[in-house]
């Protein structure tokens, strides 16, 4: 089901006086779980007679801009970035108990649930569960399984589609690495690590850029280097999973033609041809051995905290190579 | 008035609303009834199956104008205040953010005044779990001993995290998951009273997801209700909910025994298109797997517990396919994959990857089968190993599939022909190389047999389980 229709939803329940009071959406917090929320709460807090939200009165313009008085946004803090009790209780509980400023609808915005810790979870159980009239609680999230019970059984559940894909150029650069045919001899495993590598270096670079022009925008500049650091490690931890997943992804489709697959099921259409034959020369147990080194080099990188570079050649020097068995 | 959720609107307000606790309510009541009343209890489940509501009652129960009763009147000043939760003698506490040890002083201060109109000044801390160390030990001596108007009320989730000397002082009620008969008639009572039209299978459908929890039952029919309206079918619960109809699951899980790889990961897209919950999927499966296993197990009595009959009709098909062993390896596997499915980076691949392993082991031979194959073809004669045969185990790495090479293995004994000499050379060069292993695998050849030559096919074996585990 899609975003739209998800939203119609939605909307259907407010009009016919059936809201809930606690939606825990899961989605890309950049990207269609902030949309859901913004046009949820745009439909609350617009001025318009009509169509709502209509998108262009002054409630509709301040959700946007994030500066309606009645919506308190909570994002992870510090260098850690966990939704601390403390947090949790002076930014939003202490305004959900009070009325609200327009006498009109009352929000909470919980970006990244998942970073709730079990104490602000807890902290939150209550009032979640019941909260004072005309208040609504919008949980977003990209990991979902990792929140309490608790708070999932408190809330309707409102699942967007979550196909992520590394923003361009970086996703054309990784497959375009990964197709060169660079894993017959320990210098050719090497290079094709190396220039994975070098994607990251690059990656990271650009992050940087990307936060520093953003904290200029808003006028941040006040805040420390630490915080500075935090937020480009945050946005960076955003990037390299997505190009793990990338990887994972080029291998998965090598995995899904050896196992019999339809060919409409691979994600990198564009490498077909290339996919395919790799998938040829491989049989399914060391497609599924491949698989399972890139999935355990992503645990590496991305939870572990493993140096990139050595990981990286851990695994694509474990890659098993079809022509190369077979020549023998 | 605004809107209330079925969840708390539907809270219920007399010991027999509450579903599934009977151990719990009959207890109570009779300790009302009886008049022992404890001075402190504690209720302990999963989320959503009546912890908070049964302390509201209990405390409605005891203070009650007409009480201490065991049917509370709820029309009462008190009952009243207590159901809209501004009554001045039932304090209910959120434990969770008033866990410090200064709130607890304040308490423990507060308890020491009589009552203002009830019977009892009763205190409710909910989600008791979060009080820190300090703040449960300056609880002790007043929870030991209070004053006798005071009553405490615990409820939490997670009881392991009480200090057992809280525990020794209150009594204890564990609450039950509630069965999914028990919240499917409470649905359909709820669902009559709020005039709403719905099959059979849809509440069925909407129990099951809600995995013995009242209140994820009622936020799902809420959300049903406010989606779709007041006519609502078992398309509609697994449309919104991502749950997948037994049929594809059944369809599924046939495929994964035949082997059918291209009808597993075409599913598997299928599900994923329409924005299917994976990791509800992969639950279900399980419980699918696990059912066939006790199929096996207990064939038809099965009848008793908690499946349908059609889906008996299912496992008695799908038994034929597949034997025990390999029913109890493919859970294995499913097992595992759910341990990593709370950090996958992708769940759709995770599941791809554990469905087509699945998969192969249900069209493996079995490692029992084989040494059975070997012991026949030993006593009719015609087992005999050639000579070359402890090189093939020294350098097992480009064999593809263990089982494959073990079959392999075990046709080239067949089609050897009886020589003695080279038998006996098999076995004298049968410790030199055994050397290493011998120690690991010395007890189970010795139990399972002692004969040499058996030991060797086992050793052939072993050396393939090492391919296995890398694979």
């Avoid at chain 1, 949980?139 to 589609?161: G, H, M, V």
């Avoid at chain 2, 309206?229 to 697994?238: Q, W, Y």
């Avoid at chain 2, 749950?243 to 594809?248: D, T």
């Avoid at chain 2, 015609?382 to 790495?397: D, L, N, Q, W």
Wanted: aromatic fraction near 6%; glycine fraction near 6%; charged fraction near 25%.
């Amino acid at each position: 089901m899609h975003k739209n229709e998800k939203f119609e939803m939605i909307k259907h329940a407010f009009e016919s006086g059936k809201p809930a009071h606690g939606y825990l959406i899961t989605g890309p917090l950049r990207g269609v779980a902030s949309e859901m929320a913004i046009s949820i709460l745009q439909y609350l807090f617009c001025q318009s007679n009509s169509v709502k939200p209509c998108g262009a009165c002054d409630g509709c313009r301040k959700v946007r801009e994030k500066t309606q008085v009645d919506i308190e946004w909570i994002y992870p803090e510090k260098k850690s970035r966990i939704i601390s009790m403390d947090n949790i209780r002076k930014n939003l509980l202490s305004k959900i108990n009070q009325s609200s400023m327009q006498g009109g609808w009352k929000a909470g915005v919980i970006v990244g649930a998942d970073r709730l810790n079990t104490s602000s979870s807890n902290a939150f159980l209550k009032t979640l569960e019941e909260p004072p009239d005309k208040t609504i609680f919008l949980l977003l999230t990209e990991a979902p399984q990792q929140l309490l019970p608790t708070i999932i059984s408190r809330c309707q559940r409102i699942d967007l589609d979550a196909t992520r894909q590394l923003d361009e150029p970086w996703r054309g650069r990784v497959v375009e690495t990964l197709s060169f045919d660079l894993y017959h001899t320990p210098i050719e495993r090497l290079s094709m690590s190396n220039s994975l590598f070098s994607i990251l270096v690059d990656m990271k670079n650009h992050v940087e850029e990307l936060v520093r022009s953003e904290e200029n925008e808003n006028d941040k500049v006040d805040e420390s280097k630490d915080v500075f650091l935090a937020r480009v490690s945050a946005r960076y931890r955003e990037f390299r999973g997505d190009f793990s997943l990338t990887m994972l992804r080029w291998f998965r489709d090598i995995f899904i033609l050896c196992s019999g697959g339809d060919s409409s099921l691979v994600y990198n259409q564009g490498h077909l041809d290339i996919l395919k034959e790799r998938a040829s020369n491989l049989d399914l147990s060391k497609a599924i051995y491949n698989l399972k080194a890139v999935e355990e080099l992503t645990v590496h990188i991305n939870e572990r905290n493993m140096p990139e570079e050595s990981s990286l050649a851990y695994a694509i020097d474990r890659i098993q190579h079809g022509v190369l068995q077979g020549a023998h | 008035m605004a809107y209330k959720v079925l969840a708390r609107k539907w809270r219920p307000n007399l010991f027999e609303d509450v579903v599934g606790q009977e151990h719990v309510t009959q207890t109570l009541k009779n300790a009302i009834i009886n008049d022992r009343v404890a001075h402190a209890y504690i209720f302990v489940g999963p989320r959503g199956i009546g912890k908070t509501s049964l302390a509201r009652i209990f405390a409605k129960a005891l203070n009650c104008k007409k009480g201490p009763t065991i049917t509370p009147c709820g029309e009462c000043d008190m009952c009243r205040e207590i159901t809209a939760g501004n009554a001045l003698d039932v304090l209910e506490i959120d434990g969770a953010s008033n866990n410090g040890v200064d709130q607890v002083r304040d308490l423990r201060d507060q308890v020491q005044f009589a009552p203002t109109s009830g019977k009892y000044k009763i205190i409710i801390i909910d989600e008791v779990h979060m009080l820190s160390t300090a703040a449960f030990n300056a609880l002790l001596k007043t929870l030991e001993e209070p004053p006798a108007h005071v009553k405490f009320i615990f409820a939490t989730t997670e009881g392991h995290k009480l200090l057992p000397t809280i525990i020794s002082r209150c009594q204890r009620f564990d609450l039950r998951r509630i069965q999914t008969p028990a919240i499917v008639k409470r649905l359909s009572y709820i669902c009559s009273q709020e005039k709403i039209t719905i099959t059979e299978d849809a509440l069925l459908a909407i129990a099951r997801g809600a995995e013995g929890g009242m209140r994820d039952a009622l936020s799902a029919l809420d959300q049903l209700i406010s989606f779709k309206g007041n006519e609502l079918t078992e398309e509609d619960v697994l449309a919104v909910f991502g749950l997948v109809s037994r049929e594809s699951l059944e369809t599924l899980s046939s495929a994964v025994l035949k082997g059918d790889m291209p009808q597993i990961l075409r599913m598997i897209d299928q599900f994923d298109s329409v924005g299917k919950d994976m990791t509800r999927l992969v639950v279900e499966l399980m419980e699918h797997f696990r059912n066939l296993l006790i199929y096996h197990h207990i064939g038809d009595e099965m009848s008793t517990m908690d499946a349908t009959l059609e889906q008996i009709s299912v496992y008695a098909e799908q038994k034929k396919l597949v034997d025990a062993t390999r029913v109890l390896q493919i859970t294995d596997q499913l097992g595992e994959m759910e341990g990593r499915l709370r950090y996958a980076l992708s769940v759709r691949t995770l599941i791809e990857l554990s469905l087509i392993r699945c998969a192969r082991i249900s069209q493996s031979v079995p490692l029992e089968a084989i040494l059975k194959r070997l012991n026949a073809l030993r006593a009719s004669g015609a087992f005999m190993a050639p000579a070359t045969e402890p090189e093939a185990v020294a350098e097992p790495t480009p064999a593809p599939k263990p089982e494959a090479a073990a079959v392999s293995q075990a046709e080239a004994f067949s089609q050897s022909t009886p020589v003695p000499e080279v038998q006996e050379e098999a076995e004298s060069s049968k410790p030199v190389k055994k050397k290493k292993s011998a120690e690991e695998v010395a007890q189970v050849t010795q139990s399972l047999h002692d004969d040499p030559s058996l030991g060797l096919a086992q050793d052939i074996l072993k050396g393939a389980k090492v391919i296995d585990v890398e694979d």
